[in-house]
C-alpha cells in the first residue's frame, strides 16, 4: 500500500525557513518523479514543484521560485521541500505526491497524496 | 486568476447527468493531457481521470473525460449524493514548464 506521510509544518513568522520532509512506502519511489502541492485554507489546489526520479530535474511554480528548493533522498526513501523568505501567502497545507509515471524524464500527474502538513506564515 | 478555467458551481439531480468544463490555451491543454481530481471537503484529493479519459481501477465507469483543442470536460452520469464534492482540472503547461491547475467547480446534488 502506497503510503505518504509529510512533516515539518508548522507557524513560522514571514521572511522564516522551513523545511518540510515526506516519508515514502509502499512502492519503489527512485522510480516515480515526485511533486509538492499546496492548498490554501478555503482554495483550490496550487501545484508547488516537482523533482525527477534521480533528482537531477527540478521545476518550480513561478511563485515559489527562488525562494523554494526540492529535494529527494532515495536512499531514506524521503521527499523534502526547503522553503524561505516565507510570505502570508505561503500559508497552506503542503501535499506529498507521487508521479502516475515510471517513465524517466516523463510526467504524468499525479496518483497518491498525502495527508498534507499545515504551514501557517503569522507575525 | 488560475490558468485553467471551471465554472465555481455546478449542480444536479440524484440519477442525472452533469457536465464540468475546464478550459485552457495552447501550451497546457492544447498540446497535453487533462488529469482530474475529486476532493471531498475535508478529505485529500482524489486521482479521477488521467491522460483525457482514462479511469484508475476503482474509479467507477460513471465518470468519464474528453478533451477538444484546448477545452476539457469532466461528465458524471447516474448522479449520486457522495458525488458532492470540490472537482479540479490539471494539465502540464509547456509555457511555464509545471503544472497548472483549475480553480476547481463545486458539485452540489440537490
Known amino acids: 500500500e502506497v503510503q505518504l506521510v509529510e512533516s515539518g509544518g508548522v507557524v513560522v513568522q514571514p521572511g522564516g525557513s522551513l523545511r518540510l520532509s515526506c516519508a515514502a512506502s509502499?512502492?519503489?519511489?527512485?522510480?516515480?518523479?515526485m511533486h509538492w502541492v499546496r492548498q490554501a485554507p478555503g482554495k483550490g489546489l496550487e501545484w508547488v514543484s516537482l523533482?525527477?526520479?534521480?533528482?537531477?530535474?527540478?521545476h518550480y511554480a513561478d511563485s515559489v521560485k527562488g525562494r523554494f528548493t526540492i529535494s529527494r533522498d532515495n536512499s531514506k526513501n524521503s521527499l523534502y521541500l526547503q522553503m524561505n523568505s516565507l510570505r502570508a501567502e505561503d500559508t497552506a497545507l503542503y501535499y506529498c505526491?507521487?508521479?502516475?509515471?515510471?517513465?524517466?524524464?516523463?510526467?504524468?500527474?499525479?496518483?497518491?497524496w498525502g495527508q498534507g502538513t499545515l504551514v501557517t506564515v503569522s507575525s | 486568476q488560475s490558468v485553467l478555467t471551471q465554472p465555481p458551481s455546478a449542480s444536479g439531480t440524484p440519477g442525472q447527468r452533469v457536465t464540468i468544463s475546464c478550459s485552457g490555451s495552447?501550451?497546457?491543454?492544447?498540446?497535453?493531457?487533462v488529469y482530474w481530481y475529486q476532493q471531498v471537503p475535508g478529505t485529500v484529493p482524489k486521482f479521477l481521470i488521467y491522460?483525457?479519459?482514462q479511469r484508475p481501477s476503482g474509479v467507477p465507469d460513471r465518470f468519464s473525460g474528453s478533451k477538444s483543442g484546448t477545452s476539457a470536460s469532466l461528465a458524471i452520469s447516474g448522479l449520486r449524493s457522495e458525488d458532492e464534492a470540490d472537482y479540479y482540472c490539471?494539465?502540464?503547461?509547456?509555457?511555464?514548464?509545471?503544472?497548472?491547475f483549475g480553480g476547481g467547480t463545486k458539485l452540489t446534488v440537490l
Open positions: 505526491v507521487k508521479d502516475i509515471s515510471d517513465r524517466s524524464g516523463y510526467y504524468d500527474g499525479f496518483d497518491y
Open positions: 490539471a494539465a502540464w503547461d509547456d509555457s511555464l514548464s509545471g503544472w497548472v
Open positions: 509502499g512502492f519503489t519511489f527512485d522510480d516515480y518523479a
Open positions: 523533482i525527477s526520479r534521480d533528482g537531477s530535474s527540478t
Open positions: 491522460r483525457n479519459n
Open positions: 495552447s501550451s497546457n491543454l492544447g498540446r497535453n493531457y
